[in-house]
């Protein structure tokens, strides 16, 4: 069936400014199939189903919108923490950031060397999660990161891990378009955390791979950077095998255009995947535009699942989210829980939400809710009535409606950090 003409003509005009990056024959042969996959699909358009709420054509341009340098002068996220650090600017490698790539239990390589390998642990994984995830909803973006991404990090975890990795993004070039592509495997009975942190780029194409064995455990903690005026699409994939656990948490502040999408497929009975989010958005300075789309299939026994995105907004700022359960035939004993809710700070803002459960199985509990509104009157009169000034009650209503999302963190110390992120950006917010 031939695409429609808008399709066609945003395609070819990015398709044609690109061209396959070299590797050896298993890598091409990915890639290849890729790229034919996304002239199939076409790039998205605002017209397609899951992009009627963001407008996709930032991303999908031939050259990126620049993004003006944002200075941060607060400290690096996460410093006080030990941890390995992976540090890529603008998409490029920064061997002189990064630490010794050695770390016991786990092996690291880059995509970059390993795309010129013969033989390689990842090449039975790479684009394997991406191409699954395209059905029943095409994600031409993903298809076109597994076409192109020349560098990405490839993490295979096969013992006890000391410390977290940290994958850090930096912004240097105000036109800088990058493609990244990650892949981690956990074997059985391992556990890793991941944190990633920083704006990335003007543009940034991430893919994020992650196959979790029995009865391992990925814990992936992030926060995007505070750049006014980056634009971003993140796509992480997950497969979760028996009694394995799967647990994500997203921090966004500013930005002008974001889209992080998510699929989790569990396929072992008695797994557990979380995914929660909390954005923070003011348009009063840069439009801001931060879109969560999320897609958990649950395919074995008694497993769970949890959603739950917040989402703060002012000046003009938009947020939206896209969340399906579905639960296969069979998969008797599913918990399926999904929340999304927004704090409106005027009258502007808007958030827009399209909550989605789709059950073939008879013995589950599946739940979804979706809210929008402003702060309590009440509870900011009784602040107020106990002495609290106007706008330190204000955060502390809005810290209090973030908790939930910040609970889903395990580790007490990355939540204490990111809970200091989010006073400190709301202290520069204050009216």
């Known amino acids: 069936m031939a695409l429609p003409q808008a399709k066609q003509s945003v395609t070819a005009a990015r398709l044609d400014e690109l061209k396959l990056p070299a590797g050896a024959a298993w890598i091409t042969e990915i890639r290849k199939d890729a790229l034919s996959r996304v002239r199939d699909m076409g790039l998205p358009v605002r017209r397609d189903e899951y992009w009627r709420f963001t407008n996709p054509d930032e991303l999908t341009s031939a050259e990126p919108e620049p993004a003006a340098l944002f ?20 998409g490029e490698f920064d061997a002189k950031a990064s630490d010794d790539l050695s770390l016991e239990g786990v092996e ?51 013992g006890a891990v000391s410390k977290p990795i940290n994958l850090i993004y930096l912004h240097k070039s105000e036109v800088s378009d990058a493609t990244l592509h990650h892949v981690i495997r956990l074997e059985e009975g391992t556990e890793l955390t991941v944190l990633e942190t920083g704006p990335a780029a003007a543009r940034f194409n991430k893919s994020m791979e992650v196959d979790v064995a029995q009865d391992a455990k990925f814990h992936h903690i992030r926060a995007q950077g505070r750049d006014h005026e980056r634009r971003a699409v993140t796509h992480l ?26 699929v989790l497929e569990l396929t072992g009975d008695d797994a557990l995947a979380h995914v929660a989010g909390a954005a923070l958005g003011d348009g009063a300075h840069s439009p801001f535009h931060h879109d969560d789309t999320v897609f958990i299939t649950h395919d074995a026994l008694n497993c769970e699942s949890r959603q739950v995105f917040k989402k703060v907004l002012r000046n003009g700022a938009v947020g939206v989210f896209q969340g399906k359960i579905l639960v296969k035939e069979g998969a008797q004993k599913t918990d399926g829980y999904q929340i999304s809710q927004s704090l409106l700070l005027d009258d502007d803002s808007q958030f827009l939400a399209k909550p989605e459960l789709e059950i073939y199985a008879d013995d589950v ?32 209503l809005v810290l209090a409606f973030l908790a939930e999302a910040l609970e889903e963190i395990e580790d007490e110390d990355i939540a204490a950090a990111l809970q200091t992120l989010l006073e400190g950006w709301l202290a520069r917010h204050r009216r």
């Open 71 to 90: 200075h941060n002068d607060e400290g690096p996220l996460f410093a006080d923490m030990d941890r390995l650090k992976i540090v890529f600017s603008d």
């Open 365 to 396: 509990v599946c739940s979804h809710g979706s809210t929008s509104g402003a702060i309590d009157d009440e509870a900011l009169f009784y602040l107020r009535s106990r002495g609290v000034e106007q706008t330190e009650a204000q955060d502390l």
């Open 237 to 262: 994939f997950g497969r979760l095998a028996e009694k394995s656990h799967f647990k994500s948490f997203t921090l966004t502040a500013n930005g002008k255009l974001t889209r992080n999408e998510c």
């Open 108 to 158: 690291i390589s880059r995509l970059a060397d390993a795309s010129n390998a013969d033989i390689h642990w990842v090449q039975d994984l790479y684009g394997t999660l991406e191409r699954n995830a395209q059905v029943p909803v095409e994600r031409p973006l993903a298809a076109l990161n597994t076409a192109m991404a020349r560098d990405g990090v490839l993490i295979h975890v096969t």
